[in-house]
């Protein structure tokens, strides 16, 4: 072929160059000199053409094809004869087929869900159309430079087949692209590829949704940030106290007795295990050996008299040479490790890395096999008095189990880490596996991190009462131990239980525990009481002791608590000019923007959390943020996206139903309020006070929203965030002075004029007072356009 | 056949027609392991007509001196050099930009084999084991030659499989990494295209074989594979004439044909093969020849249904029936 144009297609199109040659023909990316734009052209074989039959039908399914359009189709635009061989003109899609874009990347498990959602989707609505693909597979699937799949190549097959041949043929392909995630898989997914590979059992439409239903429940990640802050709501305070006692994010340790932590320990940074040579590990033996290291290096600081270990946040995030790690992560020793591997047998490489400059004073190699993580766990503890001459560590009951059992312990850290099972089954897993080990410690650990985050986030009680009931199970040396403390302490604050949490910081403070801590641990209580000039006393005191991640988060987060939203944005900037990549303080800075009315900071901000984890808060989040921009649509399909992972919650059900409200779907926006009216009056607890009231106001039912708000006891009446909602629900009642009232409150308290400048609010463009207000703060143009009013002060328009 | 040598190593490896190279050994077709390397750092791809590059990496690729620009397909060709991550990185050289071709590549000093239907190992004069590409399985196939009913025992060849017949060794290299479409690998024509005719002579030592194909006959020559053909041509007829239907006349038991032919089961399935691989490399479209010969459960049968056999000058047998004709 030579570039230039085809004369059959008379001169619509010119080659430019060519693209592939598949099995149906050779494609070349053209271009439509008509209407300026890149396509793809595909002539097709012409020995194939000698069928008459087969030539007429190829027609005849590119016009069905053609009509289509469908973001998960690759579209037909055109169709001539070029000489004997049909041509079919294309959608022009950057990027490759499915088959080489897996062997070119390593895709997660919920990017492989989604695409198996957009092909179905795809071909729910090719057969909506009347056309049956019948060949479908990873080559037919192209995935375009958004990372979206798009199935292409449709009806071409010889033979024809039914719908039926095309869902069979969508269970191979999943069974394919899963093959290597089966160990991950939830009992969803596993229920639909079962009912897949029965003929007939589901139609494309019907696979679409649960594919889709299985891909949200893979991003949803019950174990959260604890900032769940949003710009319009506050969380009830008795769950947002968010006592952030536990330093390790995830690994679990344990120490077998009470640790006496001197008030002058070493600070040890155990970093993540680099992978030099993978040898024929699969991914996930690599994940495994890696947490194996990690781990047994992690328990034996723990447990040891002498060290203080450097919590995991920080050592995952942190960049830069050793030195500036050292200093990053307020650390006095590294330990790095290394691990290369040929077949199964890997070569582990542990050095110990000093203050100030970062070298090597210790250097140990070891053997371990992969597939034996226990193993592996003993290896490293044995190395341990090399690193640590003279330093002895505690037994942390690991002696008891067996290869199998550890396994076990290690994936299910794995899965608490990367969000890739729930809370509730991790905990269940963690249960069951305790009743056989009850001495092995890290089982603890792990089960109290996992709950009391689930807590927080969910606010259900019953994740107080299993930990406790857990934690009964443990011997009393090993509930004396640090971090179990630490989780009875949070425990203590989210019940409430203020002099037992106290009792724990007096304990810890008799016992020598390092100050940094129990500054922190004082900062959270007197917090948890809402006393913030004390909490924010506390927590200066810990940042400047040891200017860890949690303490500056810490500090922040009360500052803004305590009204002074620039103060906590200066200390954010601190902690991300340390640690870049910390989702928790970049969420708490969005919340800031947002509310201060910087949309766009507060946009970037929120999407930039999102590149680094997906997370349904932080997308509920900038739903809002959307929602302020006016971009509803956009705002939507954050909010929805937010509500398919996590239903129960109640704030983005009501900013959902805001949304839909604001795009003019009405009934659907009464549905959303109906529902959370329904759970609220049913005494559900995640849905919040304030939530309730606005929505019963948006229902018409404004004696329930008044009584609803009255409920919000008087301390929080200072705070900024309920007096907008208030303002809402009096603007929705048609108390227009009371509502200014609280306009006014919220505008003195550092509230953005952008929360006001809602269709919600144009009731009191009416007023003076609020004209003059919006003015002020630079948001009048709502007011100015509405039909009817009158620059005229004082004069009363129609009441709407 | 498509070569890249890596000059640090001297090493040379075949090209697939997507080839990978990286760090992670999994994943890669070549392992390149430096710290710089991505784990899938560059794919050379095969369009049709040439060779391109595309880098996928976090470092860079360069060609010659030019860095290449990511995910962006250029042109290679004889004589260029890649650089992986960095431009004074050893070079990996382009020896051979030919096209890419399954292959079986011979180890410890075995020579390699061009991958092609019909290929015996260890080679034709003494196999023991044939390899033919399986359009219904869109695979290649492995058969060995030993046993009643090689069925069994043939094997589906998986690229980095090892093969080993005879002493020699070979290792399963396949270009193609995709799964070709149906009708590219469909066969073009069918056993029921074609006539076989048969001239036996008189002393029943020699089988002559033409094939009538779409108004061509091509002849086939004596061999002595041609009267194992026959045989059960024959046998097929007279189950016919005898009232048998389609499905099953024709039908023998391995024991029998052993015993009719005075031959061991390997040396029947060396002649079937060869019968079968002299037809499909006579026909110029391609066929599915596994019909040829039909087995199953230890028995075999003749495919074909149209046929005719002459002995010296008399038509002795013909299907579908025709009135046998003295001449």
Not at chain 1, 105 to 121: F, G, N, Q, V, Y
Not at chain 1, 162 to 184: I, M, S
Not at chain 1, 227 to 239: E, F, H, I
Not at chain 1, 377 to 401: D, I, K, M
């Amino acid at each position: 072929m030579t570039e230039g144009s085809m004369p059959d297609s008379e001169g619509k199109y010119s080659i430019l160059r060519p693209l592939g040659r598949g099995g149906m023909g050779e494609v070349y990316l053209a271009l439509d000199n008509r209407l300026q734009r890149e396509v793809a052209i595909k002539y097709l074989r012409t020995d194939l053409t000698e069928d008459g039959d087969w030539h007429e039908r190829m027609q005849h399914e590119a016009l069905l094809l053609a009509r289509l359009n469908h973001p998960n189709i690759v579209q037909i635009y055109d169709f001539f004869e070029a000489g004997e061989a049909p041509a079919l003109v294309m959608e022009y899609v950057r990027g490759r087929n499915l088959r080489i874009y897996l062997r070119e990347h390593r895709a997660e498990l919920a990017d492989k869900l989604r695409w198996l959602s957009e092909i179905s989707a795809g071909l729910a609505a090719s057969h909506d159309a009347g056309v049956v693909h019948c060949d479908l597979k990873a080559e037919n699937v192209l995935i375009n430079a958004e990372g979206s799949a798009k199935v292409t190549d449709f009806g071409i097959a010889s033979h024809s087949g039914d719908r039926a041949d095309d869902v069979a043929a969508l269970g191979v392909l999943a069974q394919e692209l899963l093959a290597d995630n089966a160990a991950v898989v939830s009992p969803t997914v596993r229920d639909l590829l079962r009912r897949l590979s029965k003929r007939g059992a589901l139609t494309a439409r019907e696979a679409a949704a649960q594919w889709r239903h299985a891909w949200l429940e893979q991003t949803q990640s019950e174990t959260p940030l604890p900032s769940q802050l949003r710009a319009q709501q506050r969380r009830g305070r008795r769950r947002a106290t968010a006592a952030l006692v536990a330093v390790l994010v995830v690994s679990a340790v344990v120490l077998a007795w009470q640790l006496r932590t001197p008030a002058k320990a070493q600070a040890v940074a155990i970093l993540p295990p680099v992978m030099r040579d993978p040898g024929q590990l699969s991914e996930r033996q690599q994940q495994i050996l890696e947490s194996a290291v990690a781990q047994s290096l992690q328990e034996a600081v723990l447990g040891s008299q002498r060290l203080s270990l450097v919590g995991m946040t920080e050592v995952d995030t942190v960049q830069g040479s050793a030195a500036e790690k050292l200093v990053a992560l307020g650390a006095d020793i590294l330990i790095a490790s290394q691990v290369k591997c040929s077949g199964t047998v890997c070569d582990l490489d542990l050095q110990r890395l000093e203050k100030p400059s970062g070298q090597v004073t210790s250097y140990r190699k070891v053997s371990v096999i992969a597939d034996s993580p226990l193993g592996t766990h003993e290896a490293v503890s044995r190395q341990w008095t090399y690193l640590f001459p003279g330093q002895t560590t505690a037994n942390n009951g690991a002696g008891a189990l067996d290869e199998a059992d550890y396994l076990k312990y290690t994936e299910l850290n794995l899965a608490a880490q990367q969000f890739s099972r729930s809370s509730r089954s991790i905990l269940a897993a963690v249960e069951s596996l305790l009743r056989a080990r009850r001495d092995f410690a890290p089982l603890y650990y792990l089960y109290a991190q996992v709950a009391l985050d689930t807590y927080e986030e969910m606010g259900d009680p019953m994740y107080l009462d299993r930990l406790e009931r857990t934690l009964e199970l443990a011997d009393p040396a090993l509930a004396r131990s640090l971090f179990l403390r630490r989780s009875r302490f949070r425990l203590d604050l989210y019940r409430g239980d203020y002099q037992a949490a106290r009792e724990v910081i007096r304990e810890l403070e008799q016992e020598g525990a390092d100050d940094a801590l129990v500054a922190y641990l004082t900062g959270e209580w007197h917090g948890a009481q809402d006393q913030f000039r004390a909490a924010g006393e506390s927590f200066a005191r810990a940042a400047a002791l040891q200017p860890s991640m949690q303490y500056l988060y810490a500090q922040a987060r009360n500052q803004y608590w305590n009204g002074q939203p620039d103060a906590a944005l200066a200390t954010l900037d601190g902690l991300l000019k340390r640690y870049e990549y910390n989702t928790h303080a970049l969420g708490l800075r969005a919340v800031i923007l947002l509310e201060q009315g910087k949309l766009a900071a507060a946009e970037q901000a929120l999407r930039l959390s999102l590149d680094i984890q997906p997370n349904p808060l932080v997308r509920a989040n900038l739903g809002m943020v959307y929602l302020l921009m006016r971009n509803y649509p956009a705002a939507r399909e954050q909010f929805l996206e937010a509500y398919d992972a996590d239903s129960r919650d109640s704030v983005v059900l009501l900013n959902l139903a805001d949304t839909e409200q604001l795009l003019g779907n009405v009934e659907r926006g009464r549905e959303l309020y109906r529902q959370l009216v329904a759970r609220y009056s049913e005494g559900d607890p995640s849905v919040i006070t304030t939530v309730a009231a606005q929505a019963y106001a948006q229902l018409g039912q404004f004696e329930e929203a008044m009584a609803t708000l009255k409920k919000i006891s008087l301390a929080r009446e200072q705070a900024s965030s309920p007096a907008v909602s208030a303002a809402l629900v009096y603007t929705l009642a048609g108390q227009h002075l009371v509502a200014l009232v609280e306009v006014d409150r919220a505008l003195e308290a550092g509230v953005s004029g952008v929360m006001f400048d809602l269709p919600f609010f144009d009731p009191l463009c009416t007023e003076v007072r609020f004209r003059e207000l919006m003015s002020e703060h630079d948001r009048d143009g709502r007011c100015e356009q509405l039909p009817g009013a009158t620059a005229t002060a004082g004069i009363a328009t129609e009441k709407r | 056949m498509a070569q890249i040598r890596d000059t640090d190593t001297q090493r040379t490896f075949f090209l697939r027609a997507h080839h990978t190279l990286g760090r992670d050994a999994e994943r890669s077709d070549t392992v390149v392991s430096s710290p710089i390397t991505s784990r899938i750092h560059v794919a050379l791809e095969w369009d049709g007509d040439q060779w391109n590059a595309r880098d996928l990496s976090k470092n860079g690729t360069w060609l010659g001196n030019k860095r290449l620009i990511s995910n962006e397909s250029t042109p290679i060709a004889r004589g260029d050099k890649l650089h992986l991550g960095a431009p004074e990185m050893p070079a990996l050289e382009v020896v051979d930009d030919g096209p890419p071709q399954s292959t079986l590549v011979g180890l410890n000093g075995s020579d390699s084999l061009e991958l092609a239907s019909f290929v015996f190992l260890p080679d034709q004069n003494e196999p023991e084991a044939v390899v033919i590409y399986s359009f219904h399985r869109r695979a290649w196939m492995v058969h060995p030659m030993e046993q009643d009913s090689p069925q069994h025992l043939e094997r589906m060849l998986h690229h980095g499989d090892r093969v080993g017949y005879g002493g020699r060794e070979w290792q399963v290299f396949l270009a193609e990494t995709e799964q070709m479409t149906e009708i590219s690998t469909a066969p073009e024509s069918s056993l029921e295209d074609i006539e076989f005719v048969f001239h036996l002579s008189q002393d029943e030592e020699n089988t002559a074989l033409e094939l009538k194909f779409s108004g061509h006959k091509l002849d086939l020559g004596e061999r002595s594979h041609h009267y194992l053909l026959l045989h059960l041509a024959r046998l097929r007829a007279d189950q016919a004439a005898s009232g048998y239907d389609s499905l099953t006349q024709g039908w023998i038991d391995n024991e029998q044909l052993k015993r009719d032919l005075g031959l061991e089961m390997p040396h029947i399935n060396i002649m079937i093969f060869r019968a079968r691989k002299q037809i499909a490399e006579t026909l110029t479209t391609t066929l599915d020849s596994e019909l040829l010969v039909e087995r199953s459960k230890g028995r075999v049968r003749f495919g074909g249904s149209r046929f005719r056999i002459y002995k010296g000058a008399a038509l002795t047998h013909s299907m579908p029936g025709q009135q046998a004709q003295k001449q």
